[in-house]
């Protein structure tokens, strides 16, 4: 996993991760977990299925998938089978509407689906990535690209809804928020909607669980669930561990426990069953 080089992407991009399987007895399945950034994912050689709970992944040479993830409100199995070449493209809330001329929910349904929006120079653009061993170049080929794309998005309501969710201090009320953003509570559900398809509470919900995660995972002292809830907002510790049981299907301490950081930044997966893997980046 390494971040964009370029400043102005790196607003919208926090990072891309790229992977890649050699071997045709691959096998690996792991779940993945709520949380606010959406993931685009590029697979070359290969199709994917998926139903409301499961991923799964397996080889078709001459076939290139584009996927994008968003708004998972629950735990979620992943299966890759055989020799897998992906890039995965993490992006913030509204980033993927700084480089697509139409509102999100026009060209998008569901937390997962496909998705042609970024149009045939993006597929252009992520063959030569696929076919660049140095990372540094794969970098700066996807940078190059999405600065051409770069549209900014400039509905300042939605904008500083989101920038006050992530910030996380006050807690606001979903009406306190449209009261901030100076548009009724109507209103703010409909433009979250239309740009992010989600509501301001789905949204403001995987915030706070990611946040708390992040932080138990990252602590050098261990906090207790209730420090760790207050932290992060929730009114007390039952709170957050029924919240995490809702999004999860675990309690906090067993999630805790059964998760892996996968690289550099804040991926946490549990992995069921590996086999024969190689990971380039």
Request: aromatic content about 14%.
């Amino acid at each position: 996993m390494v971040s964009p080089k370029n400043e102005c992407v790196k607003r919208f991009i926090p990072y891309y991760y790229f992977y890649k399987t050699f071997d045709i007895g691959y096998y690996r399945q792991f779940y993945y977990y709520p949380h606010y950034r959406i993931g685009l994912t590029v697979q070359k050689d290969s199709y994917v299925i998926w139903d409301d709970t499961t991923r799964i992944t397996k080889p078709e040479k001459g076939k290139t998938t584009v996927l994008l993830t968003k708004n998972i409100k629950s735990r979620r199995i992943a299966v890759d089978y055989g020799i897998v070449n992906r890039i995965c493209i993490a992006l913030e809330p509204l980033g993927i509407n700084q480089f697509i001329e139409a509102n999100l929910n026009s060209i998008t349904t569901g937390s997962l689906s496909y998705f042609d929006s970024l149009g045939e120079e993006f597929l252009e653009v992520c063959e030569v990535v696929f076919n660049t061993p140095n990372v540094d170049l794969k970098i700066s080929h996807l940078d190059a690209f999405f600065l051409r794309k770069y549209t900014p998005f400039n509905d300042i309501r939605v904008i500083q809804a989101v920038e006050l969710l992530l910030d996380n201090s006050e807690n606001l009320s979903i009406q306190k928020l449209a009261e901030r953003v100076c548009v009724s509570r109507k209103t703010l559900n409909r433009l979250f909607q239309k740009h992010l398809c989600c509501s301001p509470q789905t949204l403001k919900e995987n915030i706070k669980f990611r946040k708390a995660f992040n932080q138990y995972k990252n602590q050098e002292v261990v906090k207790s669930l209730t420090h760790l809830a207050y932290d992060n907002q929730y009114y007390d510790q039952s709170e957050f561990i029924n919240h995490v049981k809702k999004l999860t299907g675990l309690p906090p301490k067993s999630l805790f426990s059964n998760t892996k950081r996968i690289g550099p930044f804040d991926i946490y997966w549990t992995i069921k069953d590996r086999r024969l893997s190689q990971i380039t980046n």
